[in-house]
């Protein structure tokens, strides 16, 4: 299958315990943020976004972060199952008459049995 | 992988010969985007379309051209392929602009 990369950031945690993944943005015009999920071999999935408007939103098991205060976006993941390992990224939607999506490099989640 | 079909799934190919990725989706969706995937990088945009016949260009579109006759069918073509061009190639779909993607599996293409 595709790999994603070689040389990215790697978070590595014990099943059944919460995940912390960070990203930090670009822009402070950026006003909508999303959070995508990418296993070996498969294209990036949608998890969870969230607007400028708002400082959290919650999904199952998921809860985004955001603080525009430093440009900071977090994902956390309640409860991490193997399932869960993949490469996770962020991206920041800027409008600048038309929209640009800027995506991080991402990290990758080792969930450990 | 909401209704998106790319092909071929991996190619090999020469140096300097033309090459054709297609992407197909069966979700009646406006935009449509060519990203490609590097270790290193996050996912870079290549070029997009914004409705039948109309696109436009991305960060990274020198070496590559598109075409989109048909809703449902997105076109990306390498005139001359170079080893710079050896990547995972990803066509992506929304329903607007700037709104969330939905991506199709992928494309391995190396360029030797």
């Known amino acids: 299958g595709e790999s994603v990369g070689l040389h990215l950031p790697t978070l590595s945690v014990q099943e059944g315990d919460n995940s912390i993944i960070n990203c930090a943005y670009s822009?402070?015009?950026?006003?909508?943020f999303i959070w995508y999920k990418q296993e070996s071999g498969k294209g990036p999935q949608f998890i969870i976004d969230?607007?400028?408007?708002?400082d959290k939103r919650q999904g199952q098991r998921v809860t985004v972060l955001l603080n525009k205060t430093v440009k900071h976006l977090s994902l956390q993941i309640a409860a991490t199952q193997p399932g869960d390992s993949a490469v996770y990224f962020c991206a920041e939607i800027l409008n600048t008459g038309g929209f640009k999506t800027i995506f991080g490099a991402g990290t990758r989640l080792f969930v450990k049995a | 992988d909401a209704g998106i079909t790319q092909s071929p799934r991996h190619k090999v190919t020469e140096t300097g010969t033309p090459v054709t990725l297609r992407c197909h989706q069966t979700e009646n969706h406006r935009y449509m985007y060519w990203y490609r995937q590097d270790p290193g990088h996050g996912l870079r945009l290549i070029h997009y379309s914004y409705g039948v016949k109309d696109t436009d260009k991305g960060e990274v579109s020198d070496g590559y051209s598109v075409s989109r006759s048909k809703t449902e069918d997105f076109l990306l073509t390498l005139e001359s392929a170079t080893s710079s061009q050896t990547s995972v190639y990803f066509c992506?779909?929304?329903?607007?602009?700037?709104?969330?993607?939905?991506f199709g599996s992928g494309t391995r293409l190396t360029v030797v």
């Open positions: 992506a779909i929304s329903e607007s602009d700037g709104a969330r993607c939905f």
């Open positions: 822009n402070s015009a950026s006003d909508y």
């Open positions: 969230i607007r400028s408007n708002m």
